[in-house]
Structures are given as structure tokens and as C-alpha cells.
């Protein structure tokens, strides 16, 4: 899942590959299964498999090498340039976070004020709010290290704390506007964003809640790990004289989070590309430049306030890179697998099987969401690509019901995450699991919030 996705829609990639449906269903089986075999069975690092699997792809699919080495390197390329870059930022943020006792004072004061049973609730309620205006990616980066220390202090499993944290930001991106997805489905079919966002949060609630406390608790006994150390702060506070406050820490962290905010806020209400006061917010709430704002504040609402110098702040921004290089690198191959699967025409043919399908409209867009989720392995893709097949059954629709059927589409777009897809590999390799652990815990997950969203948009539709 990842703001990639729009800049791959808007590309307009010619397919490299002529080949048929049958041929292309068998490219992508072969190009996932080799990754999964490669990783598990010959423990091959997952970049390497990502690469190889890419290339069995293309050569299954009847495409041309040299084209589908482009098509991998260019989505290698983009996917770096853009998540990874926000990864880079977020890894500053975390470690000045880490360094300058200020995650020990967040951890602290949650620890003390919810109780170990009521701590997923506090996680997942946490990460909902946070999730809100931020891409999937950043709000990981952004919450790893409050998660990996709330863990490793209250000798909680990872996954009974992580789960309800993942499960807050999937949804949110998934159903919630102003995520990229169910902002296109909306213009798609023409939906009304309040109803969108009214019924969105009425599915959200309880989907979060099975999704997240709920079901961790059978995800900490399937997979019962700790904290990876590699990824896990030590107590800086411990040997730090003076510490930054609470509220200074709080304040920093969500700026990020606000700065998005209100960029999707004066792009609501204005609603002009040419007024100055949207142009400035789209500047300075764009992912980049709010990750890279909270990064040049926390030097001195953190770093300074906790004694540092310019040397300390220099030596702690070197420091927070070197841990994420691996994870960058599967990220971005993550992301050249991606392209490759789009541009061999792997989502066109989705589409163009899926057309003879005949069911119900709400069903009908989740299962094609799903479809081309589990082909393509993004959310935005799934949810757009869908939207536009679906998007003339609206017509006969009311408002309520269209609303529902953007919900429908986000559903089914966040149906198993797997191999394909960047928050996959960034969730399998902040949390320290391996493949088999990550599908049984994070893809589960990613499931459960599809069809359990599902049912409830459609118990709405026959309220509402």
C-alpha cells in the first residue's frame, strides 16, 4: 500500500506483454511462487528473490527480458524515490525520538496510565488517529518505535501490541478519505464524501476492533515473538541528564500527522488548484516536506532539549540509516515486482475476466478489488482499477448505497497482503519475522479486515 500507486496510475503504462489470460494467470503463480520458495525453502535474501522472481515473471508472460528489466527498475526506482525517502525520514524521526529519552517519556506515560489488558485498546486507538491523514508507510515509520518499546517494556508479545497498531493505520487507509484510494473511487462514481466518511467510520469502528485487539490475541500465540533487537531503542534516558517533556514530544511526533491534515482539509473546502492558500498547504502538508519539518524541529524540541550537540545530532542522524538499509532495498524490489505484474497487463486482464461476472453491485466491486489486490498487490491499484468497472452500476443508485460501494471497493482492496506488496515486507522486516510467521499474523490480518468490513457494508445496505 503506498502513494506510489497514484504516480503508476497517472503513468500510463503500455503493457509489455501480449500474452493471454491463461499464460498471464501462470506468470504470476510462477513469479510468486519462485519468491516464496527462494526465501523460505533456499533462504535467499528476500531482494535477491524479489529479482529473480520478477525476471521468471516476465519470462512466463511471454515479454521481452530487456523490457521487463526496465519495468522492474523503474518501479524499483520510483518506489524508493518516494517511500523510500519517507522510510529515510521517518528512521531520523524515530531515532532523535529514541535517542533523546522522548520515546521513553510516550512509553512511559502510556504504560502508567492504561492497564496491560486495556494496552492493544490504547495501540490500535493510538494508531487510528495517527493513521487518519498518513500513508500506510509513514504512519510504520512513524509508530515502530513507540510499538517496539511499549513491547519490550511491558513484556508484551510484538504481536499483541503490533496487531492492533497495524490493524488502526490498514483501515484508515483502506475506508477513511483523504487516503488516495477512496478519494478516486469517490470522484469515480461520484459519491458524497460526508456520507463516505460517515458510514466509513461506522464500518471502521468495529472492524478495527475484531481486527486488531481481538485478533491479536490468537496472533500472539501463533507467533509468539519479542521485539527484534536491531530494531528496538535502548533506554536513552537512562543516561541522559535532562529529557524533553511530554507534551513537547507528543506535539512533535503529531506534527506530520497535522500538517497532512490540514492539506487535506483546505483541499476539501477550497477545492481550487490555483488559490495560493491550497497551493501552500499542498506544499507543506505533502509527505515529504512534513516528514522532513517534524525531523528539523525534533533537533531542537528533542535533540537540544535532551543536551545534545551539534555533533550528537550529526553522529544520531547518521546512526538511523543504517538499520533500514536492508528494508529499503525490499521495499523498493518489492516495488519493482509490483510494476512488473502491471505492466505485463496482469490487472487488464483481471478486468477484462471479471466483466461477465454477474452479482450483486457491492460484492461485485469487493471481489474485483480483491482480485486485483491479490494480482497486483496494491491497495490504491485495486481500489481504482475496480472503481472504474463498477463506477456505470452507480447510476441507479442512491447516494447512501454509492457511498457504500467505495467502502465495498476499499474493503476488497485490502484483501491478504502478501509477496507483491511494500507493506508486506515492511512490516515483515520491522518486526523481525520471516514469511511464513509475517503471512500468518499481518496477512491474516489485512484479511480479516476485508471481509469483516465487508460484512458490515453490507448489513448498512440494508439499513441504510
Known sequence: MSSLSVEILAADVEPISSAGHAQLGIAVLAGIAVIVLLITKFKLHAFLSLIIGSLVLGAVAGAPLDKVITSFSGGLGSTTASVGVLIALGAILGRLLADSGGADQIVDTILAKASRRMMPWAMVLIAAIVGLPLFFEIGIVLLIPVVLLVAKRGNFSLMRIGIPALAGLSVMHG????????????????????????????????TVVIAGPVFSK??????????????VPERASDELKKLPSFVATVSTVLLPVVLMLAKALVDIVIDDPANTVQRVFDVIGSPLIALLAAVIVAMFTLGRAAGFTKGRLA??????????????????????????????????????????????????????????????????VATVSAAG????????????????????????????????????????????????QTIKTWSVMETIISVVSMIFILLLSLIV
Do not use: C
Request: aromatic content about 8%.
Open 389 to 436: 468497472l463498477v463506477a456505470p452500476l452507480a447510476a441507479d443508485m442512491s447516494s447512501s448505497h454509492v457511498a457504500l460501494l467505495v467502502l465495498a471497493l476499499g474493503a476488497g482492496s485490502l484483501f491478504f497482503s502478501h509477496v507483491n506488496d511494500a507493506g508486506f515486507w515492511l512490516v515483515k522486516e520491522y518486526f523481525g519475522m520471516n514469511v511464513g
Open 175 to 206: 475506508l477513511i478519505p483523504p487516503h488516495p484510494g477512496p478519494l478516486v473511487a469517490i470522484a469515480a462514481v461520484h459519491a458524497n464524501l460526508g456520507l463516505t466518511l460517515a458510514f466509513g467510520l461506522v464500518v471502521a469502528i468495529p
Open 218 to 231: 490468537y496472533a500472539a500465540r501463533w507467533v509468539d515473538i519479542q521485539p527484534p533487537d536491531r530494531m
Open 315 to 380: 553522529t544520531t542522524t547518521e546512526k538511523s540509516l543504517a538499520p533500514i538499509a536492508g528494508v529499503l532495498l525490499i521495499v523498493g524490489a518489492g516495488g519493482g515486482f509490483k510494476q512488473t505484474l502491471i505492466d505485463t497487463g496482469v490487472g487488464q486482464m483481471v478486468l477484462d475476466v471479471s466483466k461477465d461476472w454477474s452479482i450483486p453491485a457491492l460484492l461485485l466491486a469487493w471481489l474485483i478489488a480483491v482480485v486485483i489486490r491479490l494480482a497486483t498487490g496494491s491497495a490504491t
